[in-house]
């Protein structure tokens, strides 16, 4: 599955013809681009107990999905999906 394809915390970027992060990756240098995304994952980190909680784990969990793929585009990440991949709760 691409990461275009799902969106932690909404549906209002994967939606978009063109996904924000690839109109960045392309005006962007390789190493822009992995700071970019570096610096998403230590925001959301950064700010979860006071801002977005659990939604905030999952967008930092997003962009360093990202950034491993980006990184390491011939590995198979798909162990690293499975672990990050959002589960819905059991109900009580």
Known sequence: MSL???QA???YYKDKEVQPWDAMKAWMTPEQFEGYLRGNVIKYLARYPE???GID???AGHY???LFEVVNSNVDDEP???VLK???KAKK
């Open 9 to 11: 915390g909404g549906g």
């Open 80 to 82: 690293v999906r499975n």
């Open 86 to 88: 959002p589960t819905k």
């Open 57 to 59: 784990l999952l967008k």
């Open 4 to 6: 275009n394809n799902y």
């Open 51 to 53: 801002k977005g909680g």
């Open 64 to 66: 360093l999905e990202k």
